[in-house]
């Protein structure tokens, strides 16, 4: 099989080929083409991959021999697109300098700059749209058979707007809902590979609300035992009161929300945002990846190991959270995105946490509404699961995000800076009609993607 990852040379694509490389069933991924618009960075992500394979069993053998999958890598988009089987789609418009100037922008306004939430978010979205919906109808016209599996942020939105082309073989993943049901079950002492986790919302934006094991819902143990409560990542971002109060386990980035000004705070007095951080960290791999004597494997890994350790890391220091657990430091989104490969090529039925089109899941959004929810996977696809309704006050912030994402997409096919506002300005995060024209005047002025908006 053929899987093209777009993005190729971004720094976590190591990752994906590292889940390749421990696949040896039948119907593996035997050659991986990488599509980036940078060729310097295309090479340095190829000496890792070639570093990971010489040490991986069965070496850099033949594919089909059981060996590492080929790789190769182009800078034309067509090429790398055609007879693909899988298009893994994670890549960055604006690079992470445009990331650090989303951040910059929303705080100079007093308001939250984060990648996928809130103005950053939006920002962030209105440039990559128009790029993503180029490569779903590319994917239509060069590749109609292959699965588009897009990691690419905001997820839920660029999977949104991607399903209008693509219809159900785009499929969002994100690596939040899988650790967080991973840290519930191990503090309830559960395997999570059998355990239901009864997780419901939007990416970024969704709640446990059960995890069930051998039937008998386990959460409500857990609620009623604030030490318990509060022994785990989540329970010490939001504190064993407020979930308690809440009567489900939020998404980490559900902190944004309920810790709004705090986090603000926290983010306006740091000595760098994260995008200027992954940015400077991120220039120095590449650059010393300019050394053809460097030890590829060895830079990528002490640079992922420095930047998972410091993830979310003004929102732990604002709840007094601490360092991450060290099982929370070895990622997950590529796990998630070989088990979907797998359970679709292989047709091995799983259960999932992903992005997916509503169709009837979850009854106040419309068919078409990308949510995050569990799905059966199988060769047809991901297929959502029905869920109860959530509670008001989540009903309440899915609804008032979803609006927005749509005003997003609105914008983006139509070019409208008033649609760009009032995407801005309805968000609740974003306080006010004159800080979204702001927002959309500094956006426009700092990126050269958004010159589109008039």
């Known amino acids: ?151 690419t942020n905001p997820a839920g939105l660029v999977t949104e707007a991607m399903s209008r082309h693509l219809g159900n073989r785009v499929i969002g993943i994100c690596d939040s809902p899988v650790g967080l049901g991973r840290r519930i079950a191990k503090v309830l002492g559960a395997n999570p590979r059998e355990a239901w986790i009864d997780y419901v919302g939007l990416n970024h934006l969704g709640w446990v609300r059960g995890l069930r094991v051998a039937g008998r819902d386990e959460l409500p143990r857990l609620l009623a035992d604030p030490e318990l409560l509060g022994s785990f990542e989540e329970g010490k971002l939001f504190g064993p009161d407020w979930l308690q109060s809440l009567g489900a386990i939020p998404n980490e980035y559900l902190h944004y929300y309920y810790f709004n000004r705090e986090a603000v705070r926290a983010y306006q007095e740091a000595q760098q945002t994260r995008g200027a951080f992954l940015r400077d960290q991120q220039a120095r791999f590449y650059e010393e990846m300019r050394n053809p004597s460097a030890a590829a494997l060895l830079a990528w890994d002490r640079t992922r190991a420095e930047r998972e350790a410091t993830y979310m890391a003004e929102n732990r220091e604002t709840a007094g959270a601490g360092e991450r657990d060290a099982d929370d430091l070895s990622g997950g989104y590529e796990k998630v995105a070989l088990a979907l490969m797998r359970a679709i090529a292989r047709d091995e039925r799983t259960t999932l946490i992903l992005n997916v089109r509503n169709q009837h899941a979850l009854s106040v ?90």
């Open 1 to 151: 099989m053929k899987l093209t990852i777009l993005g190729g040379g971004g720094f976590r694509v190591p990752l994906v080929y590292g889940a390749l490389l421990g696949d040896r069933g039948e119907g593996r991924v035997t050659q991986v083409v990488l599509h980036d618009l940078d060729a310097g960075r295309l090479d340095a992500v190829t000496r890792v991959l070639a570093e990971q394979a010489a040490e991986a069993p069965g070496g850099t053998s033949r594919p089909e021999a059981g060996g590492a999958p080929a790789v190769s890598a182009t800078t034309d988009l067509d090429e790398a697109l055609r007879g693909a089987d899988f298009v893994f789609s994670a890549i960055r418009v604006g690079g992470l300098e445009g990331r650090a100037n989303d951040e910059r922008v929303a705080l100079a306004q007093g308001v939250l700059g984060q990648e996928t939430v809130g103005a950053g978010g939006i920002a962030y979205g209105l440039r990559t749209v128009p790029v993503a919906v180029d490569i779903a109808r590319r994917v239509a016209r060069l590749a109609p058979d292959a699965w588009v599996i897009n990691f």
């Open 365 to 454: 959004l419309d068919n078409d509404a990308v949510i995050e929810v569990p799905c059966l996977v199988d060769a047809g696809g991901a297929h959502p699961v029905a869920v109860d309704p959530l509670p008001d006050h989540a009903t309440g912030l899915v609804c008032a995000v979803k609006a927005v994402e749509r005003e997003v997409l609105a914008a983006a096919e139509s070019g409208s800076r008033t649609t760009a506002v009032k995407a801005f300005a309805l968000h609740p995060l974003v306080d006010s009609v004159n800080v979204a024209r702001r927002l959309v005047d500094g956006y426009t002025e700092v990126h050269p993607g958004l010159a589109y908006l008039k």
